[in-house]
């Protein structure tokens, strides 16, 4: 019940504005996942703030309302200092707020908790104190409270993009997203302290930050948070542009190209391989010219443009067949001749040429790396889909039968949902192979999948 004593927060509801109060709780939720927070904001929430009856909000919403209007206090957003609702000592203005708890541990897999708690200050850019560690293996980097960074802090954020990496390519993007946020949140607010030693540091640091945006908007476009994902390539492409920065840009180009095209929009699937070809040229690395004259070629095939295609396919294969270089960017460690398969399948299976995208998809899996487990678990995903739109329906219960094998230790929403549209190519049991039907019985024994994203070609 709301108190007699409550008074209208009329400031906050000057800021709302036109929107309703459904609306902007949805703004509030949004704000909360650029900064890795989370929210069960609703229209009720923002009614009992305006109201007055919450006077103060929690750390978790203060870090967010902050966020939203920058370069205000709580009290310009009309709520009560926390010291006068608390019954406490108010906190300093530089000081950080205490962080939420760390997550629980999931059953005994000491990889559930992953990425350590950052603590960050609210108002100033100043970092107190950041944990960028992944617990595996290692201590993290323990980030003391200091005015100028230097390569002790720059090498633990790049040590986080690579832990984040091999994680990634073990387990797939749907546990380790949501802690990933964390060492992200870290990294940028290293470069909005802006007190780095030295230049080249400074370079390192942009690039190992708008690296790690790449890293965390993957993992969200691969547990099918695609506006999440979508964010974070934006971040990094605009700290390439801030750094002047061709090889992260170029990085940042190729990952918007895949979501555009994974997301329905060819076109820009198409104009962002192309402005990621633009980035590459001084670089000196076909591989990753190759990378992105597959994104080009995918953005083609979903436009129906089969000669395009084929033309920016020719391109990556001959820029592929020169081999690897010294100029070859870290993180396409996992672009190699599988790989290069499995995007060439893509592109016939958005044609409709089904066998041929088989053909393809089944060399990615032969010659894939068990290293990549989430890779082989979405190449074999790939090859049953291809299959059972191509009229093959017990070849394809059999490639399923060998993705379902690896769902335990990957985690995925892109994989799950590839194989959930297969189950609905392969139709009703009637009349199937004993073998088909099998394959349709195991799946539903495993959790519900879910409907986006859809696999190529649908």
Excluded: K
Aim: charged share 25%.
């Amino acid at each position: 019940m709301v108190s007699t004593r409550a008074v209208p927060n009329l400031a906050f509801r000057r800021l709302r504005g036109p929107r309703s109060a459904g609306e902007f709780a949805a703004a509030v939720r949004r704000s909360a996942r650029e900064i890795g927070e989370q929210v069960a904001c609703d229209a009720r929430y923002i009614g009992r703030v305006e109201s007055g009856e919450i006077r103060c909000p929690n750390y978790a919403y203060e870090r967010v309302f902050l966020h939203m209007f920058p370069g205000t206090t709580l009290e310009d957003l009309g709520f009560s200092p926390r010291a006068s609702v608390r019954g406490r000592a108010a906190r300093p203005a530089d000081a950080p707020p205490p962080t939420a708890p760390p997550p629980e541990p999931g059953g005994d897999d000491e990889e559930s908790d992953v990425l350590r708690r950052v603590f960050m200050t609210s108002g100033t850019t100043a970092v107190a104190a950041v944990s960028l560690g992944l617990g595996l293996g290692g201590p993290a980097a323990a980030l003391p409270l200091q005015r100028r960074v230097g390569d002790t802090e720059v090498s633990a954020v790049e040590r986080a993009v690579r832990q984040i990496r091999v994680l990634d390519d073990r387990h797939g993007g749907d546990w380790l997203y949501r802690r990933a946020s964390q060492p992200l949140r870290a990294a940028y607010a290293l470069l909005d302290a802006g007190t780095v030693s030295r230049r080249s540091t400074a370079d390192r640091l942009h690039s190992g930050a708008g690296e790690l945006a790449i890293s965390v908007g993957w993992l969200a476009h691969d547990s099918g948070r695609f506006e999440d994902a979508r964010s974070h390539y934006a971040e990094a492409l605009a700290t390439a542009r801030v750094a002047g920065d061709p090889a992260l840009e170029a990085h940042a180009f190729c990952n918007v190209s895949f979501l555009a095209r994974d997301t329905g929009r060819p076109r820009e699937a198409v104009r962002a391989a192309e402005a990621g070809q633009r980035a590459a040229e001084p670089l000196g690395s076909p591989r990753l010219r190759a990378l992105l004259a597959l994104r080009e070629a995918g953005g083609r095939a979903g436009l129906g443009d089969r000669t395009g295609c084929e033309r920016a396919l020719g391109r990556a294969h001959a820029a592929f067949s020169r081999g690897s270089s010294g100029a070859d960017p870290e993180w396409m460690s996992f672009f190699r001749e599988a790989e290069l398969e499995m995007l060439e399948a893509q592109c016939w299976a958005a044609l409709g040429d089904w066998a041929r995208a088989a053909r393809h998809a089944d060399l990615a899996v032969r010659l894939q790396d068990p290293h990549f487990t989430r890779n082989l678990a979405l190449y074999r995903a790939e090859l049953t889909w291809d299959l059972a739109r191509g009229g093959r329906p017990e070849e394809a219960a059999s490639a399923g039968h060998a993705v379902l094998d690896l769902l335990d230790e990957v985690q995925s929403s892109r994989i799950r949902a590839i194989l959930h549209a297969t189950v609905g190519a392969l139709g009703p049991r009637t009349g199937m192979p004993r073998e088909v039907r099998d394959f349709l019985d195991r799946y539903e024994s495993v959790p519900a999948c879910p409907a986006n994203p859809s696999p190529s070609g649908v």
